[in-house]
């Protein structure tokens, strides 16, 4: 578990490695006449109080929703075996969907189809590099899923057949006579296989919160870059509101996952505060470089571009495949119409939530 743990950090560092020095290099290409119209609207000081006011907001907001389905183990009625659970993860599912399709998507497309990078040369300009990465992203995220999963079961099967075995020659020390050490034997594969079933499973959900939570960190770090980099009031007023909401819902699908993954104590304070301090994270960054960022060179759009389209990719493939596809498939939903209803409607509910946030974030 510590090596997960370790894997996560590596990532995690790698990623501001990469993105913080290439944002800070990027040259301004602005027109003199929209950075004189820029100038007006520039308040640092009140700007300040904005970020700090978002950073502590955003903070306590990614908390508590990523808290919520974790007090399934206080709180009996929140706990995965429970319907209330299906439904709180169709409504959060939603919510990522939505967060890849209409926040984070849109963004990348607006990122590398920019004015200023249609001078340049190619692909900038005829090729729709946005879709493609966030195919790519799509496809490379199915290609890790795929492998993760099957060589922990590859694992794990490794070990249930001595397990079985061990079972099988006690059966048959006990009991005496052919019907009997038949009988007990095939109670032994029996465990063996509902034992390896319920870890395949378990290993199933851990990859899929990891995964979940990678592409979860990516688009974090650029919002919470581009937000303190902003020194215009009025760009940043309705961001707070709106991403103190954001990270919230967000909190919300990815603590369920990490509830299904059922994690040691520290796993699950590591992967929370992960998720929690993010965007903080990120907004003190772009405090740092504001003074020398440009949002609109060449270079950070590139760059702002290209993460968000990967983002994008890896949040689409999670929640269609790997939360609602595999949630709605379930035997348990599919016998239940009453359960099917109401994640229906939860689902609807969390995508048009996020939706409308769309509107001022």
């Not at 006579?177 to 395949?200: F, L, M, P, Q, R």
Request: glycine residues 8%.
């Amino acid at each position: 578990m510590g090596f997960k743990i370790n894997i996560q950090v590596f990532v995690f560092s790698i990623f501001i490695f990469l993105i913080i020095p290439t944002l800070i290099a990027a040259e301004c290409d602005c027109k003199c006449d929209e950075e004189d119209k820029e100038d007006e609207d520039r308040n640092k000081s009140k700007a300040l109080r904005y970020k700090i006011a978002a950073l502590a907001s955003i903070m306590v907001a990614s908390a508590i929703g990523v808290c919520i389905p974790l007090l399934g183990k206080v709180i009996p009625a929140l706990s995965p075996e429970k319907d209330i659970f299906f439904v709180i993860k169709a409504f959060a599912a939603g919510v990522i969907l939505s967060t890849g399709f209409i926040h984070v998507l849109p963004d990348a497309f607006e990122n590398l189809t920019f004015p200023s990078l249609k001078d340049k040369e190619r692909p900038w300009g005829d090729f729709p590099l946005t879709g493609f990465v966030a195919m790519c992203t799509a496809m490379g995220t199915l290609m890790v899923d795929t492998y993760a999963t099957a060589y922990f079961q590859n694992q794990n099967s490794k070990e249930t057949p001595t397990q079985v075995e061990s079972h099988e020659s006690t059966a048959d020390e006990e009991h005496e006579g052919h019907v009997h050490v038949h009988t007990h034997a095939s109670h032994g594969h029996a465990h063996g296989h509902i034992s390896s079933d319920t870890s395949s499973e378990l290993l199933r959900h851990r990859v899929v919160s990891q995964v979940l939570e990678l592409g979860i960190i990516v688009h974090s770090v650029i919002i919470g870059i581009s937000l303190g980099a902003s020194e215009n009031p009025k760009t940043i007023r309705p961001l707070v509101g709106a991403l103190t909401f954001h990270q919230f819902f967000e909190g919300m699908g990815l603590g369920s996952c990490i509830t299904q993954a059922n994690f040691k104590n520290l796993s699950i304070t590591v992967m929370g505060l992960f998720f929690a301090l993010t965007t903080p994270v990120g907004i003190g960054i772009g405090i740092g470089i504001s003074s020398v960022y440009d949002e609109n060179s060449p270079t950070a759009l590139i760059v702002e571009g290209i993460f968000n389209a990967a983002s994008a990719g890896i949040l689409i493939y999670m929640a269609l495949v790997d939360l609602l596809a595999a949630d709605f498939m379930n035997p348990r939903m599919q016998k239940s119409g009453t359960l099917r209803l109401g994640c229906n409607i939860s689902l609807l509910l969390g995508a048009g939530a996020m939706s409308l946030i769309a509107k001022w974030a």
